[in-house]
């Protein structure tokens, strides 16, 4: 019997490119980098627009469609073999992702094969009727160094509450399926402070022998996506609490604020005195103003979504527009 595939969500930044490439270095696994297919590829809109996939023309549109894409063309795989397998299986959904995981673990010369999309976590009803008893794991950080980080991202958000609302959402959108036998949570701490111990229970949950080599880091390539090497470093304490250095005491405040309950059931303690009036207003504020502003230039991908489902390049192009502006030209993917 097929082990089934494996699927790594949480909050961004959390740690789950960390969780990827340990994983991707045991001898039996290969894990997708953020395939977005459930997102891109599956909203019921979108998959009667392009009709029953069992039909031919149909599902060459699709696949024509898709490969536009850049999660497709971060892949990494054969790109002949990899349309030949799509027009040959990928007659519903389910077939398409499973032939997309499938064709980068044979590129990997792997044969267990799964997905890294933190967005997933929202989808895990999907995944759990494709593909039952697929193991979940589910890696949570701190929020304070979630938040923190992700204020030094392109598609993280200058708000201090925005990015702690965001680790909320998808932690709680995970843990519906705390009560799943296939749900393991990870805490990036201990992965980081016992990676050896973390791994050993990880593989046992998912039904592999743990591998040495799963703490040996690889040398980059260009086929790993921008800013991989920093994955590469050592597993050090100073991976840790670096929201102590990155946020102000108000930002520390406003976040414990704005998660609190949840941080602390999740074993975080709060360290900041409590948010004033005029922080909590100050945050709430800001955030709305950024959500505002960042919700206009998303406009044609609301058309695209509603008007135009066939058109997903574009789509993303414009979800993601300002995360690309920021690439290197080389890293773009522009749409058609």
């Known amino acids: 019997m097929t082990a089934p595939p494996i699927f790594v969500v949480g909050a961004p930044r959390s740690g789950t490119s960390l969780l990827r490439q340990m994983l991707n270095r045991h001898p039996a696994l290969a894990i997708c980098y953020e ?15 392009f009709g ?13 469609e898709y490969l536009s894409l850049r999660p497709a063309q971060q892949l990494g795989v054969d790109w002949t073999k990899f349309r030949s397998r799509l027009m040959a299986e990928a ?51 701190d929020p304070r160094d979630v938040a923190a980080s992700l204020l030094r991202m392109p598609f993280g958000s200058p708000s201090a509450i925005q990015n702690a609302k965001t680790w909320l959402r998808y932690v709680l959108a995970a843990r519906r399926f705390s009560d799943r036998p296939e749900y393991l949570e990870i805490r990036y701490e201990t992965l980081v402070d016992e990676p050896e111990q973390e791994l050993t229970k990880i593989c046992q949950f998912i039904g592999e022998d743990y591998s040495p080599c799963m703490l040996t880091a690889e040398q980059a390539s260009t086929a790993h996506p921008a800013g991989w090497d920093r994955y590469q470093a050592p597993l050090t304490a100073g991976r840790l609490g670096q929201w102590r250095r990155q946020l102000t005491e108000e930002q520390v405040s406003q976040i414990e604020w704005a998660v609190g309950p949840y941080m602390e059931a999740s074993g975080y303690t709060r360290e900041a005195p409590p948010a004033s009036l005029a922080a909590v207003l100050s945050g709430l504020s800001f955030a709305a103003f950024v959500r505002g502003r960042r919700a206009v230039p998303k406009l044609p991908a609301l058309w695209y979504h509603l008007f135009a489902p066939r058109e997903i390049a574009k789509y993303e192009y414009w979800i993601h527009r300002k995360a690309w502006m920021t690439e290197e030209p080389a890293a773009r993917t522009q749409p058609r």
């Open 91 to 141: 007659t519903n959904c389910s077939a398409f992702f499973t032939a997309v995981l499938r064709c980068y673990a044979e590129s990997q010369g792997k044969q267990r094969f799964g997905d890294k999309t933190p967005g997933n976590a929202f989808y895990l009803d999907t995944l759990s009727e494709w593909f039952p008893g697929a193991p979940i794991l589910h890696i949570v950080r």
């Open 52 to 64: 029953d996939l069992s039909r031919q023309e149909n599902r060459e549109r699709l696949v024509s």
């Open 35 to 49: 395939t977005h297919f459930l997102r891109l590829i599956c909203p019921e809109r979108r998959r009667k627009a």
